[in-house]
């Protein structure tokens, strides 16, 4: 794997993203890797190797076995509560902050569920597949933070008799019709998209990465590893994102 400072492509992304007024980033569970969380497609370590998805993050599987499913998301949330933002997740923050002081943006958009963008900084994050930090009460709709919920047995429940659960995207749901708002009017008026730790397989958030390269914006991706994008994007920058987002900023900044 080349370094940041071996990669080709970096001076010219980071020429781009300094003459950017609005830019849209992607981002997935490899951001959030160097933080110890894990992610889902990576063989061997990849949550999906070991745990089945449709017994344990299908809408179905909540249905039919609320204990197991809350249990598990349960235990997820434990290692997002003891993980900390990483560089990467830091560096894009600043450069949220130096686009809107410079007038112009960068739009946070994440299907992870974990809240490190925003304890990294980043304001405004749109979170595509909700949130672990927040469960909701499957009867009433109200929502509550982790911190106040009762996990002393399994599933948690509201006052109002109903299961907690987590505020997330499982298999067979809906997103929430904001973040889908806020997401395609954040790549409809970006003129630099990025992408960074997805496997870009899971649509719709995949289909963003499309949208950009139909409206002609330049597009870049940061993944240690190729993906289904890799050939279509302009600048793929290979390495992990806590070192290249930090080394991009650094050069843009030059
Ligand atoms: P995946 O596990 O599918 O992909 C993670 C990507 O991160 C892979 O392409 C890795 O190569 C890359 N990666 C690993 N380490 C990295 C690092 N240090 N820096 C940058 N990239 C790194 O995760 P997602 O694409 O986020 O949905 O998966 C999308 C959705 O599928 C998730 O939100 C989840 C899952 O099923 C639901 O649970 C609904």
New binding site residues.
Partial sequence: MATPTENPQLDKAAGLLRLARRIAVLT????S??SGIE????PRT???ARYD?MEL?HVDALARDPKTVTEWYHWRFSKCADARPNP?HEALAKLQKLKRDAGGDVDVLT???DGLHQAGGAEDVVEL?GSILRWRCQKAGAMRPIHEVDFSSFPPTSEAGGVLRPD????GEMLPTGALEAAERAVMSCDVFMT???????YP?AGYIDLAISRGVPTVE????A?PMTGSVTHALR????A?LPELLRRMRD
Avoid at 28 to 31: D, L, N, Q, S, V
Avoid at 222 to 225: A, F, K, Q
């Fill in positions: 997935g569970a490899g951001i890797a160097e992610t889902f497609r990576q990849g949550l999906w998805p993050a990467g299907q992870n569920i597949h997330i995207v499982l298999f960074i730790g997805t496997s870009a397989v899971v958030a940061i993944n240690p590893d993906t390495g992990p994102s806590g290249v």
